[in-house]
């Protein structure tokens, strides 16, 4: 009997320790630093969400006028919050800045880095971003 609480806490110890390794991703498994890109662009959705906080945005083409929406990952909540943000920070339809690199699939994600400008208060707020604290702004 010992011996079954025994494996059986080891094992869920285990599990408990590898769980949000598993879940989490490196930020080189899905982005590409070498492929950055400046966005501007108005909220249409914030995730505030473990492990990272993702906005949406839609972006206007300069010449069609047409929107693209893009996904943006920002760093966890515990380090946005230690920076500054609050998930009050950013409302729907706000204006955006930000620089970051391109998600490696080509799709329309991309991962912040440095500072997002909040265009209506006119504040940079650090992105947490898991590259790395690279401010390009």
């Known amino acids: 009997m010992k011996r079954t609480l025994t494996v059986l806490l080891a094992l869920g110890i285990a599990i408990a320790v590898a769980a949000p390794l598993i879940a989490h991703h490196s930020f080189s498994a899905e982005f590409d630093r070498t492929k950055r890109i400046e966005l501007r662009g108005f909220v249409t959705k914030v995730e505030w969400t473990n492990p990272h906080v ?51 699939n080509g799709s329309n994600r991309v991962n912040a880095s440095g500072d997002v400008l909040l265009v209506r208060t006119g504040k940079k707020y650090g992105a947490q971003s898991s590259e790395g604290d690279v401010n390009t702004q």
């Open 54 to 104: 993702w906005f949406y945005i839609n972006v206007p083409d300069p010449v069609t006028g047409k929107n693209t929406n893009w996904g943006v990952e920002l760093g966890p909540p515990h380090g946005l919050q230690a920076g500054g943000w609050q998930r009050e920070t950013m409302k729907l339809g706000d204006e955006v800045s930000l620089t970051g690199s391109r998600a490696k």
